[in-house]
């Protein structure tokens, strides 16, 4: 008889966790769905989608801070305007809170990071935390709506600052990490989102259909036994693809990179030269406050749940590739509000190709590469 039992245990045990599992990808799907939702209430007030970097939340500080000198620059400086303090860095995330039902935290936000609140530290960035109450009250919130059930880290705020596994779309191109100034390839601006000041973006700016273009996919937050500087020297093999990101190359010559070299990261599902962490509240996924491209946008280069690189460090050129713990791929949605399950078997083109496009070419990274892009005149559909 118990033998029986534990025969019908260990057929019932895979169809339970497969029902269970089942059950978080379809609220994981809910939540891309709340968020995109939440981008076109914002649309439909500010006339404008969220920006990936200088967003509503630093244009709204730096209008409120009487002590910044650079409000003293002229008004068509807008990037030295919301640079000061690091402004700029606050995500598309943050922006919409007031659409997630998160008004409070977010006029919270305001509050805390006035200089002329008795909370601040005169430095308005999304990462600081080095007081109680500006901690406590709003940057380590855990929002339910920024976590994929499947990702068994998302609610872990131990490093000071509440996580976001849904990225928004920077494009089918790398992404610089800090000093976007610089980088002709953020120039080009090829995705739903970028920066505020030089390529607001609303739906009319979607050329390529809303249908057959990316909005949100999602992305695996920092495995927590590797978010310390002790950690660093762990072998790579104890790195996986999901959650982790690799170094492909030092900083280069051109900026130009082929992705290849970020594909063969992939050493049996572990990253080949993972990135030694530097601080525990560094990886992907762990600022739903911040707008660099490692903890809030993803690009639509190699298909999904392939490794995630950067040129340097988390500061270099960097490519965040969407990924997740559902079998087979991960889900998205599109910017006409509909999510939909995404292969990791999509055409991707091909990976040993240099990137050299200009906005208006289209994407060579085949049907992925395409739904990344919004205007690049390659409207197809999977």
Known sequence: MIAIIGVLIALLLPAVQAAREAARRMQCANHLKQIALGCHNFHDTQGELPNATFSKVGRALAEADSTSSALAIAESSLSSRYCDKNRHRWSYFATILPFLEQTPLYEKILILMNPASPYSVNDPAPWRDTLVAYRLNAINQIIPTALCPSDPEGRNNSHGIGRLNYYCNRGDIWTRATNEFADTLVSVARGVFSRGDNFPRSFASITDG????????????????HSTAATSALPANT?????????????????????????????????????????????????????????????????????????????????????????????????????RFISQTIDAGSANQNMSMSSSDPSPWGVWGALGSLNAGESKSF
């Not at 690799?246 to 990261?265: F, G, T």
Request: charged share 10%; proline share 8%; net charge negative.
């Open 210 to 225: 809303t249908a057959n273009t990316l909005m949100f996919s999602e992305v695996v937050s920092k495995f927590s036994g």
């Open 239 to 339: 790195y996986p693809i999901r959650g982790a990101i690799a170094v492909e190359a030092r900083e280069p010559v051109s900026l130009y990179i082929n992705p290849n070299a970020c594909l063969l990261q992939n050493v049996g599902g572990n990253l080949k030269t993972p990135v030694g962490d530097v601080q525990n509240f560094m990886g992907p996924g762990m600022r739903w406050t911040d707008g660099l491209a490692i903890y809030s946008g993803f690009s639509a280069v190699l298909p999904p749940n392939s490794p995630s690189c950067t040129t340097n460090s988390i500061e270099g050129h960097v490519m965040m590739t969407p990924n997740s713990f559902h079998s087979g791929g991960v889900s998205a949605a599109m910017c006409d509000g509909s999510v």
